[in-house]
Each structure stands twice: as structure tokens, then as C-alpha cells.
């Protein structure tokens, strides 16, 4: 929109400021309002690759721009959680997925194991864990009926890989968040605290390369409220780790919890935790 910049209308004095007129003040707003929509839009890509790009271990021990934003979101003041649950709540809901639980085996071994009962014994743990330290735990199913608008402070699915023998690097884990997050932020922290804890706790290494679209665009993401913190963890190979997946079971649990525990105390990533 534009004026004839020397040709006041008829109806008005010559001497009237033109700066006064609507039209000329209307421009700066107009220009901070597109201003505006491209840093809206800068944060967005900068948080989309903050995320693609998170799985690099330098990353996940020093990520400082992930950390302030989440400094920041908990000094505004986490919402008051009463979500539903499978128990009624008055505090904040954690959901724990057995991978394949009440579906099917998930990977089989050749005696017959199956990633299956090891995801669930080691989710059971997780549950017993976390509920003694005062949330309130739901354990959950691959596909179940509670998943559907799942509202949760936070969920963690557990799976585990394959029991084939691959080659001798096929040991180790994985972890990978909801890029369907309502707060990819949150999302990208779970991922951090995870990653870092569960490493630091079962001494296990982040298996790079095999994150595969099973993780990514996991079903469950696509199933919960985006305003649940999600991610799934595959707690390692049932060939090469088998030893420490089945007989430190509650190792394994611990890391994973130490991981929760890191994303809802707000854990300094650059320090140990002070769980066991
Ligand atoms: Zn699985």
C-alpha cells in the first residue's frame, strides 16, 4: 500500500506530519511482523536439525542450546499433570511400552528366547523403579488401547535387537525421540538424558548407523497426545549383549530409568548421575 508521497488528500492541511498517517506507521509493523515469521521459522529448522543431527556422541554431551531451552521451558513452570492413566492421577504419569508385549515375539533366538520377555522383564523393572521413586507408572503394551491420546509427562518404549549374529559391532544401543512432538525440544533433551545415562550406567556404546524407520516413525509416536514426551530405546543386540540384557536385567533397567530421571530432574548433562 502506498500514498503519493508529496500529494496530501484534498481534505487535509498541507502542513499535516505525514508521519502521523495510519498508512506510514502501519510499514514497520507490517515488516516486524515478516520478521517475526522468518526467526519463527529459523527456530523451526534449527530445532528440526538440532534433532537429525543429535546422535552424535559430541553432541549429546555438550548440547548447551538444547539444555538453556529446556532451563528455560521448566522455569516457566511445568503444567500442573493429571492426565489419564491407567491409575487416576495427582501426579505425573510416566508410560513404559514393553516392545512387542501381548502382540508378538519381536526377535527370536535360536534356544528360543525372545526379545519379547526380555523387553517386558526389563520394562517391569523400569515400572518398580520409577514407582519408588513416586510417579506413577503405566506399563503398556505394544499396541494398547490406552496409547491412543496418550497424555504422559513422558513415555519410553523399550525394545531390543536382533539375536542374529551380525558382525562384531552389532552390540550396543539406540535411541531415537517423536519427531511428532508437540515440543521437539523436550523431545531432543529425553533423547540426550537417555542416550548419556544409559550409557554411563550399563557402560554399553551407541550403536551408530542402525537406527532404521522402525525407530523414527515408530507407530506409538503417531498414536500418543504430541503433547507427550516420547522416545524408544533398543537397550542392545540379544546376540552380542545377551549376557548383560538377561542376567544384569536390573542394570539395564537402571540405566533406563536414570535416563527418565535425568529428563524430569533436569539433570546437568555434563555431570554423572547420583543414582546407582
Ligand atoms: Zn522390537
Not at 521459522?41 to 554431551?61: C, D, E, K, Q, Y
Not at 516392545?99 to 534356544?111: F, L, P, R, T, Y
Not at 494398547?144 to 497424555?151: A, E, H, I, K, Q
Not at 524408544?232 to 542394570?251: C, K, M, S, V, Y
Amino acid at each position: 500500500m502506498s500514498l503519493p508521497p508529496t500529494q496530501p488528500p484534498p481534505d487535509q492541511p498541507p502542513a499535516a506530519a505525514p508521519s502521523r498517517r495510519p498508512v506510514r506507521s502501519a510499514a514497520p509493523k507490517q515488516n516486524w511482523t515478516i520478521t517475526n515469521g522468518i526467526v519463527t521459522i529459523l527456530t523451526v529448522a534449527v530445532l528440526a536439525a538440532s534433532l537429525f543431527t543429535l546422535w552424535t556422541p559430541a553432541n549429546l554431551f555438550s548440547n548447551q542450546m538444547l539444555d538453556q531451552m529446556f532451563a528455560a521451558w521448566q522455569a516457566a513452570g511445568t503444567p500442573a499433570v493429571t492426565y489419564p492413566s491407567a491409575t487416576p492421577a495427582d501426579k505425573p504419569v510416566i508410560g513404559i511400552v514393553a516392545g512387542h508385549w501381548k502382540n508378538d515375539s519381536g526377535a527370536v533366538c535360536d534356544d528360543g528366547l525372545t526379545e519379547q520377555e526380555v523387553n517386558l522383564k526389563i520394562a517391569t523393572l523400569v515400572q518398580q523403579k520409577l514407582k519408588k521413586e513416586g510417579y506413577i507408572v503405566d506399563l503398556l503394551s505394544e499396541f494398547d488401547p490406552l496409547l491412543s491420546g496418550y497424555r504422559a509427562l513422558l513415555l519410553v518404549s523399550i525394545h531390543n535387537d536382533s539375536c542374529v549374529y551380525i558382525n562384531d559391532e552389532a552390540t550396543g544401543f539406540k535411541v531415537t525421540a517423536a519427531m511428532t512432538s508437540a515440543y521437539p525440544e523436550r523431545a531432543a533433551r529425553l533423547t540426550a538424558c537417555l542416550s548419556t545415562r544409559y550409557a554411563e550406567t550399563t557402560k554399553l556404546s551407541y550403536h551408530f548407523g542402525s537406527v532404521t524407520m522402525d525407530m523414527t516413525d515408530y507407530h506409538t509416536f503417531n498414536e500418543i497426545n504430541t503433547e507427550t514426551t516420547a522416545a524408544i530405546i533398543e537397550t542392545g543386540f540379544l546376540n552380542l549383549d545377551r549376557d548383560i540384557l538377561t542376567n544384569q536385567t536390573d542394570l539395564i533397567a537402571q540405566g533406563v530409568v536414570n535416563g527418565i530421571l535425568c529428563f524430569t530432574r533436569n539433570e546437568d548433562l555434563g555431570k554423572p548421575t547420583s543414582q546407582p
